[in-house]
């Protein structure tokens, strides 16, 4: 059978997990007083075990919510002691000098500069020698400033106090009797929020240091009445034998005392006295405390729930989530995400992406082996010379072809072809971790960064080598078939086509620029003749003419600044640029080079072309085997491994808890399922209270 108080006080823990808001608070016993008025070891008389942080400067400096639970014996057995500390899930702990360690160390950990905390330690004791209470226990007033503690803390535990004595709590206010109930901190501060000490209790303790007839009027409370009145406690057992427990010695300690001061002490009505009348009387109040609490909670907790209820309604359409269905939706949706994105890395987009690559290769070598040649117009005039064949053409041209063969062939394809592609993968995964939900959850965002760069880095060596080794046959030989050259030769035209009109944006650009195509002549012509004269300055240096290094000025070096200048060298290399591209488009466009792979001498454009596709084609493959498909399969097995097996059921909620709209939502379900549960306690208390047979008391 459980009693009203042990039933609220389990409701009170449940709607302290709700909120702090006031409307929802049950009553709890609040102990106050200074250093010294024997508070720890009222605390530990009434518990009946020592459990609380001893020494010298072991000042508590954390709130401790102590809710102490009667437990019953089953089948004539006596249940086990114990304590718990539930938000630090040591399980139960049986040797209370691990408690009192475990208090020491929360207390320590509180940094000095803090000096006390507000955030209370939760601790729960069960044991069939307490009664069903819950007790606070406050950091003890400082009576007098000392160098070790400051001013400021004295302030702030009195602010600490101040916030908890408010209603519905109980005070219960320590007070030694060898100390002036005036100068009691304890007392001082209940009256500023109870003057009629409706629900302060005072303890007097330490009776055995003052004259029985003093302590008795001391507990008549004439000169500070309180309506709960006093209790006198003889707390410190004078001599402790081994083999008595705290309880049992703070008993007969009490009995020896008062039972010597029978006169005084005994028969009298008026006065309370003894430890386990101290507990009889908290567990009174307490009760009737709660019982009066019990309506207007009730109706709070109402008025919440349907609001929290219609809420629920209104936002989520009475829709449930769990921590671990958002975390699955989220691992599901990354990998659909991936899927989709995977369509960017088909084979042909693939190809297609590395033949631009290999095109600009192609441009380069182009540049460098034929452009930049003298004789390259050369090769234009005996392409058009129809009786001229092909083994009749000078071996200069054949041992170029090869050279811009092997160059293309030999630039790294392996490497580049294979970084490229692991770029875009790197890109891709980059973009999915930047955006939603992943905004959310930077460090599941940063896991799945590097997991997926970890596994590119494995696999690009492999990969670029592979595409080498594939690739190696080209570096020798490359056959070409009429259709291929047909393609390569379409694509050289288009690809040069460009370049052109590259170049003539580029050139029409710059007229604009310097003004107009006359004054750009202007300027060509100018430093044209300017290069005229260092050529010819260099001949004489190098026939050993005196030197003269002097450039007179000419006037039209007064005409032109020399960002213009610089605007002209360029347009010289763009219009020679364009000089040949167009000798070489029309080569590309010849009788010549239509012929067929044999004239692949005289067009290089088209040759190369056929070979970068090749090079495509087969590093595409290759990188496909061994570097995408590697990675697609392995990429949503790694999301599994490294972002979901690995979380316990805490990773999981601050997980999704790091998603401030599934927070909110889950806040709100948590809130109406605590509030339906509370309701349905406070419901079944009622039936509780009509039962016309009372729950029986025990005391
Ligand atoms: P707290 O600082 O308020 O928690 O006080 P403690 O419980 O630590 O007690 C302060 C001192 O008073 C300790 O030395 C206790 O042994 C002593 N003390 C506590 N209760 C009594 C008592 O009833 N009689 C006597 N003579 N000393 C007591």
Redesign the pocket.
Known sequence: LMNLTRKLIEIRSMLLSIDQSDGLKLPSIVVI??????????L?AIVGQEF?P?GNNMVTRRPIELTLVHTYSTDGQTPQEYGEFPALGLGKITDFSAIQRTLTDLNLAVPASDAVSNEPIDLRIYSPNVPDLTLIDLP?YIQLASLDQPDSLREKISSLCEKYIREPNLILA?C?ADVDLANSPALRASRKVDPLGLRTIGVI?????VPPEQGASILTGNRYPLHLGYVG????SPKRSKKDSLALSVQKGEHDFFGAHSDVFGGSESVMVGTNTLRRRLMEVLESSMASSLHGITNAVQLELEEATYQFKVQYNDQRITAESYVAETMDALKLRFKEFTQEFRRPVIREKLKNMLDDKVMDVLEQLYWLDKRAPELGTIAADPRLKPEEIEPYWRHKLQAASSLLTKSGIGRDSTLLVADGLRSLIDSIAAGEPFTFHPRASERLIQFSHMILRDRIGVASDQVENCIKPYKYEIEVEGREWDIGRERAIDLFEKEVNMCETKLKDIRRKVGGSRRLGGLVNYVKSLEEKEREKKMKRLEGGPSEDTVEPTPESYRYPPAQILDARHAILYSDRLAILRLRLAALRSKRCRAGPQSDVFCPEAFLNVVADKLAHTSAMFIGIELLDQFFYQFPREIDSRLLYDLDRKEIVEFARENPAVRRHLDLQERKDKLEEVMKQLNSLSTLRADPQPAPRRH
């Open positions: 007083g200074s250093q010294s008025s024997g508070k720890s070891s009222v530990e609380l001893k003890g320590v030694a303790t330490k009776m055995d240091l406690v003889v707390t410190k």
